[in-house]
């Protein structure tokens, strides 16, 4: 003790160190411990309460966050089982709709119709305004199943008739505007006249083949493109009166007409009257009489509507 109260102090010589208590590591390897810095050990019980799922290691050593509640939600089996439920009714559903639209508009059936090419186009056309020449008028058939138009002059398409029909619009237009009478009422009046028309010979050839009970597989899809065909002659005899008057309009439409009468003979007979003849009816029998008839009527009535949609547009 020094004399004047205070510590000795202690030799320069020696330095005290100072103890600190030691740290224990604590291995990362150790069971049970899926991260250095976790405070508590995962247990049975924990789990049991919904607390025990396994947790990656983040990055920094930190616990990754939990999941989101919408994954815990898919994870419920009652979950996946109502959403399996769920896609059974709307698969179900779709079915249904599917079924309906095709009954009442076969919407698979007329890609099979616009099937055509710039070489089919060009024959058919052909074919519509010379058909005097043309000499095999069947369809041709692969596995029960005819072929596509592009490869079958004779097949039915839905090309032509609606381009035609569009086209005759245009040109329906084109002639009331030379003639100062152009309105878009006018022009709807037209578009709206000739659909109607179209409507109602349908219609009427259904009919007539329901109550003189023919079986013929002319479906209707057919039947609108075997009358849409008129237009594409209506259409030359609208333009050969815009540009030589009534003269050529009434000498091309008189050619035009003619054409589809042959056309549309030499094409239902083989739909309508075949069907009498693979059936044994006789030919000169009662009931194939009045398929004949019909098969003339339908064509005998494109000429006429062909004069009576296009002699108004030409003065």
Same mark, same amino acid.
């Given at each position: 003790?020094?004399? @004047?109260?205070?510590?000795?102090?202690?030799?320069?010589?020696? @330095?005290?160190?100072?103890?600190?208590?030691?740290?224990?590591?604590? %291995?990362?390897?150790?069971?049970?411990?899926?991260?250095?810095?976790?405070?508590?050990?995962?247990?049975?019980?924990?789990?049991?309460?919904?607390?025990?799922?396994?947790? &990656?290691?983040?990055?920094?050593?930190?616990?990754?966050?939990?999941?989101?509640?919408?994954?815990?939600?898919?994870?419920? %089996?009652?979950?996946?089982?109502?959403?399996?439920?769920?896609?059974?009714?709307?698969?179900?559903?779709?079915?249904?709709?599917?079924?309906?639209?095709?009954?009442?508009?076969?919407?698979?059936?007329?890609?099979?119709?616009?099937?055509?090419?710039?070489?089919?186009?060009?024959?058919?056309?052909?074919?519509?305004?010379?058909?005097?020449?043309?000499?095999?008028?069947?369809?041709?058939?692969?596995?029960?199943?005819?072929?596509?138009?592009?490869?079958?002059?004779?097949?039915?398409?839905?090309?032509?008739?609606?381009?035609?029909?569009?086209?005759?619009?245009?040109?329906?237009?084109?002639?009331?505007?030379?003639?100062?009478?152009?309105?878009?009422?006018?022009?709807?009046?037209?578009?709206?006249?000739?659909?109607?028309?179209?409507?109602?010979?349908?219609?009427?050839?259904?009919?007539?083949?329901?109550?003189?009970?023919?079986?013929?597989?002319?479906? @209707?899809?057919?039947?609108?493109?075997?009358?849409?065909?008129?237009?594409?002659?209506?259409?030359?005899?609208?333009?050969?009166?815009? #540009?030589?008057?009534?003269?050529?309009?009434?000498?091309?439409?008189?050619?035009?007409?003619?054409?589809?009468?042959?056309?549309?003979?030499?094409?239902?007979? #083989?739909?309508?009257? &075949?069907? &009498?003849?693979?059936?044994?009816?006789?030919?000169?029998?009662?009931?194939?009489?009045?398929?004949?008839?019909? @098969?003339?009527?339908?064509?005998?009535?494109?000429?006429?509507?062909?004069?009576?949609?296009?002699?108004? #547009?030409?003065?």
């Amino acid at each position: 003790m020094h004399p @004047t109260g205070l510590p000795a102090a202690a030799p320069t010589g020696t @330095t005290r160190q100072r103890k600190w208590p030691s740290k224990r590591r604590i %291995p990362a390897s150790q069971p049970g411990m899926t991260d250095p810095h976790q405070l508590f050990d995962d247990t049975s019980s924990a789990q049991s309460r919904g607390y025990g799922a396994p947790r &990656a290691p983040s990055g920094l050593g930190y616990p990754a966050a939990s999941a989101s509640p919408q994954a815990t939600f898919l994870a419920d %089996p009652m979950s996946n089982m109502a959403m399996a439920y769920g896609s059974s009714l709307a698969a179900q559903g779709k079915e249904l709709v599917d079924k309906n639209i095709d009954r009442f508009f076969p919407v698979t059936k007329l890609k099979y119709y616009f099937a055509v090419d710039t070489v089919y186009v060009g024959k058919k056309l052909g074919l519509l305004i010379f058909p005097y020449l043309h000499q095999d008028w069947e369809v041709q058939y692969q596995q029960d199943t005819p072929v596509a138009p592009r490869f079958d002059i004779n097949a039915p398409d839905l090309y032509i008739p609606a381009m035609a029909f569009i086209t005759y619009v245009l040109v329906a237009g084109l002639a009331l505007g030379t003639q100062d009478r152009f309105s878009p009422d006018l022009l709807g009046l037209q578009a709206s006249s000739a659909l109607a028309w179209l409507t109602l010979e349908v219609l009427a050839i259904l009919l007539s083949l329901y109550l003189v009970t023919i079986n013929t597989d002319l479906t @209707t899809i057919d039947l609108v493109a075997f009358l849409g065909y008129k237009y594409v002659g209506m259409i030359g005899g609208i333009l050969m009166g815009l #540009l030589f008057g009534k003269i050529g309009y009434y000498l091309v439409l008189g050619w035009c007409c003619m054409s589809i009468f042959v056309f549309m003979i030499r094409t239902l007979r #083989l739909k309508i009257l &075949a069907e &009498a003849a693979a059936e044994g009816v006789p030919v000169r029998g009662a009931r194939n009489q009045l398929r004949m008839y019909l @098969t003339m009527a339908v064509a005998a009535t494109q000429p006429l509507l062909m004069y009576w949609l296009t002699f108004h #547009l030409v003065q």
